[in-house]
């Protein structure tokens, strides 16, 4: 009797499997255009009781083929990066430099008085080559990894806002006296956005353990290792890796066609645009 038949001889494949592990005999076969899963008469209720609860155990299992992406370094990181660097060699060569920093830090004290652009000018400037090195090329990888997901517009305005939201929560919760600088606040955020888009990506499976979580943990874990240590701002690490999390959930709702290349320049134009009325409000207090 003929149980099942298929063009796919790893799908017939598989089921001959479920048969033999029950030492049920059966036959794979060719006709020619499909190949067949033959069994004697006397065992076909049983085998057809066992595909069927195969079957249903297995729903959801892996629905689709996990999507294929080249893994491949893109130019368009670099397109957000240029902020940062270009501030960076301003302030860097300018006779004025303490002034710059004075101007567009994270003074919490001054952010919690109304100064709120400090939270966005923060991210554009470092303490040395050292601090500005790191956040680029890690900053280049996350958002590379990330850019595959979603365009690079979309990327800047999120990460963007994520990183002022950031720098505003911990001017917060450290109260007058702390101050920092640094893209940082903008890698983490990235890095969160990366861990919560892989993570609605990841292939559904009919287990619910940690593995659905696998992104998000080995993240997490990668914000610790990077995150901590003497002279860092841990709360702008985590509390920007957690934003960026919620700001990855929510980017399931951004529709595909908004990563058309017009709609992404556009963004891009924004991005820019809000760094320079962040600094254009900084000068002039």
């Not at 500005?132 to 990894?145: A, E, P, R, T």
Request: proline fraction near 4%; hydrophobic fraction near 50%; charge should be neutral.
């Amino acid at each position: 009797m003929i149980l099942l038949r298929s063009p796919r001889k790893e799908e017939i494949g598989e089921y001959s499997l479920l048969l033999a592990s029950q030492f049920i005999k059966h036959w794979m076969e060719f006709d020619g255009e499909e190949w067949l899963l033959t069994l004697e008469d006397k065992d076909a209720l049983l085998g057809r009781e066992l595909l069927d609860l195969y079957r249903t155990e297995n729903r959801g299992y892996q629905d689709a083929p996990p999507e294929k992406r080249d893994l491949d370094l893109l130019v368009s990181p670099l397109f957000f990066l240029v902020v940062p660097v270009a501030c960076y060699f301003l302030v860097g060569l300018s006779p004025w430099a303490n002034w710059w920093h004075s101007r567009g830090n994270a003074d919490a004290r001054l952010i919690l008085d109304g100064q709120w652009w400090r939270c966005v000018t923060a991210t554009t400037l470092h303490a040395d080559e050292t601090h500005f090195l790191s956040n680029l090329v890690s900053g280049y990888f996350i958002l590379n990894l990330l850019n595959h997901r979603m365009g690079i517009g979309t990327i800047m305005l999120l990460s963007t806002f994520g990183a002022g939201l950031t720098n505003g929560l911990v001017a917060l919760a450290s109260g007058p006296g702390h101050i920092s600088i640094g893209f940082s606040s903008v890698v983490f955020c990235v890095l969160g956005m990366l861990a919560a888009v892989e993570t609605l990506n990841l292939p559904r499976r009919g287990d619910r353990n940690l593995r659905r979580l696998t992104p998000l943990i080995s993240a997490f874990f990668v914000a610790v290792l990077v995150g901590l240590g003497e002279n860092v701002d841990v709360k702008a690490h985590f509390y920007g890796f957690a934003i960026g999390i919620g700001l990855g959930l929510l980017s399931r709702f951004i529709p595909k066609w908004w990563d058309k290349p017009p709609r992404q320049a556009a963004m891009l134009l924004l991005g820019y645009g809000s760094y320079a009325l962040a600094w254009f409000l900084a000068l002039r207090t």
